[in-house]
């Protein structure tokens, strides 16, 4: 994790000149839950890196999220809206607690809590709508695969555009 954020502070320091985009929305994997979404454009636009981080909410005493470091290939403006095919990498982490098993008063298995992540890949499709200068809709649809999950997801929100 650690290294993913330096990755990532190295990389904004060199494209200072880029156009940067940040913002959230809802995201859906067999879950409901919420996405924190970054964009950088490159090589006049045509390109743009996206890092983003999906919080699941699957309930007890679950945890999930995901890391995507994806990359966008923009395929043009038509009347503020933009389409681009998506590629990338994940990580997927997920940990549960299992409870105690007692029968009679004795306990067959004590309480634990379990954990795990995997590295895999993302493939999509993703559109945005320019509302202003400064801010965007986006919508995208990816299928996800790693170790835990084999699976489409959905994320949409809204975007903040910074720089040039």
């Known amino acids: 994790m650690k290294k993913l954020l330096i990755v990532l502070v190295v990389f904004l320091g060199m494209n ?4 940067m985009s940040l913002g959230g929305g809802l995201a859906y994997m067999n879950d ?12 006049d636009g045509m390109i743009a ?7 699941y909410f ?8 995901g890391i995507n470091f994806d ?6 403006d038509l009347d503020a809206v933009n389409y681009y095919p998506i590629a990338g ?12 098993i007692e029968y009679g008063g004795i306990v067959i298995s004590e309480a634990q809590s379990v954990s795990d992540g995997s590295i895999g890949f993302n493939l999509g499709f993703g559109a945005s709508y320019a509302l202003s200068d400064s801010m965007k809709l986006f919508g995208e649809a990816r299928y996800v695969s790693n170790d ?3 699976d489409f997801g959905l994320a ?9």
């Open 148 to 150: 835990y999950a084999d």
């Open 71 to 76: 990359g966008h290939y923009n395929l043009g």
């Open 32 to 43: 409901a839950g919420v996405e924190i979404n970054s964009e950088f454009q490159l090589a």
């Open 58 to 65: 699957p309930g007890n005493d679950v945890t999930s999220f």
């Open 156 to 164: 949409f929100g809204i975007m903040f555009n910074f720089g040039n």
């Open 16 to 19: 200072m000149n880029a156009q």
């Open 49 to 55: 890196i996206s890092p983003s981080l999906d919080y």
């Open 89 to 100: 990498l994940n990580y997927y982490y997920m940990s549960f607690d299992i409870p105690a």
